[in-house]
Protein backbone atom coordinates (compact mmCIF):
# COMPACT_ATOMS: atom_id res chain seq x y z
CA UNK A 1 0.00 0.00 0.00
CA UNK A 2 0.83 3.55 -0.40
CA UNK A 3 3.30 4.87 2.60
CA UNK A 4 4.93 8.39 2.96
CA UNK A 5 7.28 7.85 5.79
CA UNK A 6 8.87 11.10 7.36
CA UNK A 7 12.10 12.07 9.13
CA UNK A 8 12.11 12.59 12.91
CA UNK A 9 10.91 15.68 14.89
CA UNK A 10 14.10 18.90 14.84
CA UNK A 11 15.11 21.37 16.96
CA UNK A 12 16.93 24.45 15.36
CA UNK A 13 17.72 27.59 16.24
CA UNK A 14 16.48 30.61 14.83
CA UNK A 15 18.46 31.72 11.55
CA UNK A 16 19.28 28.36 10.79
CA UNK A 17 18.07 25.60 8.19
CA UNK A 18 16.29 22.30 8.37
CA UNK A 19 15.95 19.88 5.77
CA UNK A 20 13.11 16.61 6.01
CA UNK A 21 12.54 13.89 4.20
CA UNK A 22 9.42 12.08 2.64
CA UNK A 23 10.42 8.43 1.70
CA UNK A 24 7.36 7.18 -0.67
CA UNK A 25 6.78 3.18 -1.25
CA UNK A 26 3.64 1.41 -2.84
CA UNK A 27 3.78 3.01 -6.43
CA UNK A 28 5.59 4.72 -8.52
CA UNK A 29 7.09 7.76 -7.51
CA UNK A 30 8.07 9.74 -10.20
CA UNK A 31 4.48 8.96 -11.37
CA UNK A 32 2.94 11.54 -8.97
CA UNK A 33 3.49 14.59 -7.66
CA UNK A 34 4.81 15.68 -3.62
CA UNK A 35 3.01 18.37 -1.94
CA UNK A 36 4.32 20.12 1.14
CA UNK A 37 1.63 21.31 3.52
CA UNK A 38 2.39 23.40 6.78
CA UNK A 39 -0.04 23.21 9.78
CA UNK A 40 0.95 25.89 12.87
CA UNK A 41 0.23 24.24 16.23
CA UNK A 42 -4.05 24.56 16.89
CA UNK A 43 -4.11 26.26 13.03
CA UNK A 44 -5.38 25.21 9.30
CA UNK A 45 -3.15 23.55 6.59
CA UNK A 46 -1.35 25.43 4.08
CA UNK A 47 -0.13 24.39 0.94
CA UNK A 48 3.85 25.52 0.47
CA UNK A 49 4.26 23.94 -2.89
CA UNK A 50 5.24 20.71 -4.85
CA UNK A 51 7.38 18.81 -6.88
CA UNK A 52 7.14 16.23 -9.87
CA UNK A 53 9.69 14.09 -9.32
CA UNK A 54 9.97 12.85 -12.76
CA UNK A 55 11.02 16.40 -13.98
CA UNK A 56 11.71 17.85 -10.80
CA UNK A 57 9.38 20.61 -11.89
CA UNK A 58 8.12 22.73 -9.03
CA UNK A 59 5.20 24.98 -8.20
CA UNK A 60 4.86 27.18 -5.10
CA UNK A 61 2.78 29.51 -2.91
CA UNK A 62 3.89 32.60 -3.33
CA UNK A 63 4.20 33.11 0.32
CA UNK A 64 6.93 30.21 0.46
CA UNK A 65 8.91 31.32 -2.01
CA UNK A 66 12.28 31.70 -0.62
CA UNK A 67 11.27 30.00 2.42
CA UNK A 68 11.27 26.48 0.89
CA UNK A 69 13.28 24.15 -1.59
CA UNK A 70 12.19 21.04 -2.85
CA UNK A 71 13.67 18.21 -4.63
CA UNK A 72 14.16 14.50 -4.91
CA UNK A 73 16.23 11.70 -5.29
CA UNK A 74 14.93 8.98 -7.64
CA UNK A 75 16.75 6.45 -6.77
CA UNK A 76 15.45 6.28 -3.22
CA UNK A 77 12.01 7.75 -3.93
CA UNK A 78 12.45 10.34 -1.99
CA UNK A 79 11.44 13.95 -1.76
CA UNK A 80 13.02 16.54 0.31
CA UNK A 81 12.11 19.98 1.88
CA UNK A 82 14.44 22.53 2.93
CA UNK A 83 13.41 25.68 4.89
CA UNK A 84 15.80 28.69 5.31
CA UNK A 85 16.56 31.46 7.78
CA UNK A 86 14.16 30.06 9.81
CA UNK A 87 11.67 32.07 12.42
CA UNK A 88 9.53 31.41 15.28
CA UNK A 89 6.61 31.62 12.62
CA UNK A 90 8.21 28.55 10.97
CA UNK A 91 7.44 26.27 13.70
CA UNK A 92 5.02 23.72 12.88
CA UNK A 93 4.02 20.53 11.34
CA UNK A 94 5.30 19.50 8.10
CA UNK A 95 3.28 16.70 5.95
CA UNK A 96 4.49 15.55 2.81
CA UNK A 97 1.35 14.39 0.24
CA UNK A 98 1.01 12.61 -3.02
CA UNK A 99 -0.82 14.84 -5.36
CA UNK A 100 -3.75 14.30 -7.41
CA UNK A 101 -5.06 16.63 -9.52
CA UNK A 102 -4.40 18.67 -6.64
CA UNK A 103 -5.99 16.84 -4.20
CA UNK A 104 -4.23 15.29 -1.28
CA UNK A 105 -4.87 11.31 -1.74
CA UNK A 106 -1.96 10.19 0.71
CA UNK A 107 -0.24 12.09 3.60
CA UNK A 108 2.57 11.63 5.55
CA UNK A 109 3.29 11.46 9.55
CA UNK A 110 4.00 15.06 9.66
CA UNK A 111 7.27 16.06 11.20
CA UNK A 112 7.43 18.61 13.41
CA UNK A 113 10.29 21.42 13.38
CA UNK A 114 10.41 23.76 16.50
CA UNK A 115 12.75 26.93 16.01
CA UNK A 116 14.09 27.87 19.75
CA UNK A 117 17.31 29.50 20.83
CA UNK B 1 -5.57 33.48 -3.96
CA UNK B 2 -8.57 31.67 -3.31
CA UNK B 3 -10.23 31.97 0.68
CA UNK B 4 -11.81 29.05 2.10
CA UNK B 5 -14.55 29.66 4.84
CA UNK B 6 -15.67 26.59 7.41
CA UNK B 7 -19.12 27.01 9.48
CA UNK B 8 -19.68 25.72 11.91
CA UNK B 9 -16.25 26.25 13.44
CA UNK B 10 -17.24 23.54 16.33
CA UNK B 11 -19.64 21.10 16.40
CA UNK B 12 -21.27 18.66 18.60
CA UNK B 13 -23.30 15.14 18.14
CA UNK B 14 -23.99 12.17 19.11
CA UNK B 15 -23.79 8.84 17.48
CA UNK B 16 -26.25 7.89 14.87
CA UNK B 17 -26.95 11.61 14.57
CA UNK B 18 -26.26 13.23 10.85
CA UNK B 19 -24.40 16.08 11.04
CA UNK B 20 -23.27 19.02 7.63
CA UNK B 21 -20.25 21.10 7.92
CA UNK B 22 -20.20 23.52 4.95
CA UNK B 23 -17.41 25.09 3.05
CA UNK B 24 -17.44 28.28 1.17
CA UNK B 25 -15.16 29.72 -1.66
CA UNK B 26 -14.10 33.51 -1.99
CA UNK B 27 -15.08 32.58 -5.78
CA UNK B 28 -16.31 29.61 -7.89
CA UNK B 29 -13.98 27.32 -7.46
CA UNK B 30 -16.27 24.90 -10.09
CA UNK B 31 -16.74 21.32 -8.64
CA UNK B 32 -13.26 20.87 -7.46
CA UNK B 33 -13.22 20.58 -3.52
CA UNK B 34 -12.23 18.22 -1.40
CA UNK B 35 -12.46 16.95 1.92
CA UNK B 36 -10.27 15.48 4.81
CA UNK B 37 -10.54 14.06 8.08
CA UNK B 38 -7.44 14.79 11.04
CA UNK B 39 -7.42 12.54 13.88
CA UNK B 40 -4.37 12.72 16.52
CA UNK B 41 -2.10 10.10 15.43
CA UNK B 42 -3.42 9.31 12.38
CA UNK B 43 -2.44 10.35 9.05
CA UNK B 44 -5.37 12.70 7.52
CA UNK B 45 -7.45 11.13 5.32
CA UNK B 46 -9.17 12.09 2.31
CA UNK B 47 -12.65 11.37 2.54
CA UNK B 48 -14.19 13.46 -0.90
CA UNK B 49 -12.62 15.21 -3.86
CA UNK B 50 -13.86 16.80 -7.02
CA UNK B 51 -16.70 18.29 -4.65
CA UNK B 52 -18.79 15.15 -4.35
CA UNK B 53 -16.45 11.61 -5.64
CA UNK B 54 -16.33 9.40 -2.55
CA UNK B 55 -12.26 8.26 -2.01
CA UNK B 56 -11.51 4.52 -2.17
CA UNK B 57 -12.35 2.77 0.63
CA UNK B 58 -14.65 5.20 2.74
CA UNK B 59 -17.88 4.40 3.94
CA UNK B 60 -20.76 5.79 2.07
CA UNK B 61 -22.27 7.58 5.14
CA UNK B 62 -19.67 10.80 4.23
CA UNK B 63 -21.18 12.01 1.34
CA UNK B 64 -20.19 16.46 -0.46
CA UNK B 65 -22.27 18.49 -2.82
CA UNK B 66 -22.20 21.62 -3.86
CA UNK B 67 -20.70 23.30 -6.81
CA UNK B 68 -19.43 27.24 -7.81
CA UNK B 69 -19.04 28.66 -4.18
CA UNK B 70 -21.03 26.64 -1.72
CA UNK B 71 -20.25 23.40 -0.38
CA UNK B 72 -21.34 20.51 2.34
CA UNK B 73 -20.13 17.48 3.79
CA UNK B 74 -22.71 15.29 5.16
CA UNK B 75 -22.39 12.74 7.31
CA UNK B 76 -24.94 10.25 8.05
CA UNK B 77 -25.05 8.12 11.09
CA UNK B 78 -22.07 9.23 12.90
CA UNK B 79 -19.60 6.30 13.95
CA UNK B 80 -17.30 6.80 17.36
CA UNK B 81 -14.71 7.02 14.31
CA UNK B 82 -16.04 10.38 12.94
CA UNK B 83 -15.49 12.06 15.67
CA UNK B 84 -11.94 14.92 14.90
CA UNK B 85 -10.97 17.69 12.31
CA UNK B 86 -12.37 18.24 9.21
CA UNK B 87 -10.88 20.19 6.42
CA UNK B 88 -12.27 21.41 2.93
CA UNK B 89 -9.65 22.54 0.34
CA UNK B 90 -10.30 23.94 -2.67
CA UNK B 91 -8.15 22.54 -5.79
CA UNK B 92 -9.54 24.76 -8.89
CA UNK B 93 -6.58 26.73 -9.13
CA UNK B 94 -3.07 27.19 -7.53
CA UNK B 95 -2.59 28.01 -4.51
CA UNK B 96 -4.28 24.92 -3.29
CA UNK B 97 -6.20 26.69 -0.02
CA UNK B 98 -7.95 24.75 2.97
CA UNK B 99 -10.86 25.99 5.10
CA UNK B 100 -10.29 26.82 8.79
CA UNK B 101 -11.62 23.62 9.87
CA UNK B 102 -14.46 22.24 11.63
CA UNK B 103 -14.13 20.31 15.05
CA UNK B 104 -16.65 17.67 15.74
CA UNK B 105 -17.31 16.41 18.98
CA UNK B 106 -19.03 13.83 20.97
CA UNK B 107 -22.17 15.29 22.82
Given at each position: QVKLLQSGAALVKPGASVKMSCKASG?????YWVSWVKQSHGKSLEWIGEIYPNSGATNFNEKFKGKATLTVDKSTSTAYMELSRLTSEDSAIYYCTRCNYGWFAYWGQGTLVTVSS | DVQMTQSPYNLAASPGESVSINCKASKSISKYLAWYQQKPGKANKLLIYDGSTLQSGIPSRFSGSGSGTDFTLTIRSLEPEDFGLYYCQQHNEYPWTFGGGTKLELK
Open positions: YTFTD | -
